[in-house]
């Protein structure tokens, strides 16, 4: 039988295979960057969900191929926030050189105390967060994907949810990185608890999905 390592190897192969249409040129490896099976996940759900108004909690080399699809598609926006300075800069720099502003856009939102954070954890920076999704929002319309792919420790990422809930559209895909890490377990029950989200891990991919509720 082949061990999980060795199947999320072949998976990770595989899935930048189906990618290599978006590689058009090379792009590095960022930290926390979404493994290939990941992000060609991601990629069947904005495609298969027609999916048009997408937010990114961390950000990477993956969000980039993301921009061109939405671009190559011909519509769809993301809107992504990290608080890695040098990785929101390159992401935003790659972004204006490919031409892919008007299809995505990037915040630098440094870690800071925030109301709905456990246990002393620090998220994203609250009034620049609610700022820039409050003006996202009022342009495109309500969030139908979810991706949280930071920040780091896990219990830092709960306040997505109490953040987001209200600006999801009835449907929306929630899809959460590193859903396999023990760690990653309590919030999700959380989640799953205080917002009537039913969680689906797939160990292949290392992502949980969840739909919000009609």
Do not use: K, N
């Not at 990477?60 to 190559?72: E, N, P, Y």
């Amino acid at each position: 039988m082949v061990d999980d390592a060795v199947s999320r190897e072949l998976a990770d192969l595989a899935a930048l295979h189906r990618l290599s249409p978006l590689m058009s040129e090379y792009l590095p490896t960022t930290a926390h960057e979404l493994r290939p099976a990941a992000l060609a996940a991601v990629v069947d759900e904005v495609l298969l969900g027609s999916r048009t108004v997408i937010v990114e909690c961390g950000c990477g080399s993956s969000s980039v191929l993301l921009a061109r699809l939405l671009a190559r598609r011909g519509f769809g926006h993301v809107l992504s926030v990290e608080h890695d300075e040098r990785t929101a800069a390159f992401v935003a720099s790659q972004l204006r050189r490919e031409g892919l502003g008007h299809v995505a856009r990037v915040v630098h939102a440094p870690l800071s105390p925030h109301p709905a954070a456990l246990g002393g954890a620090r998220w994203y920076h609250p009034q620049l967060v609610h700022d820039e999704v409050t003006a996202y929002v009022e342009r495109y319309g309500l969030v139908d994907l979810l991706l949280v792919d930071g920040p780091l420790p896990a219990d830092a990422r709960y306040p997505a949810l109490p953040v987001f809930r209200g600006v999801l559209a009835p449907g929306a895909a929630v899809l959460v990185d590193d859903a396999e890490r023990p760690d990653e377990q309590p919030v999700l029950r959380r989640w799953s608890q205080e917002f009537a989200l039913r969680f689906h891990p797939t160990p292949r991919t290392s992502l949980a999905t969840a739909t919000a509720l009609e």
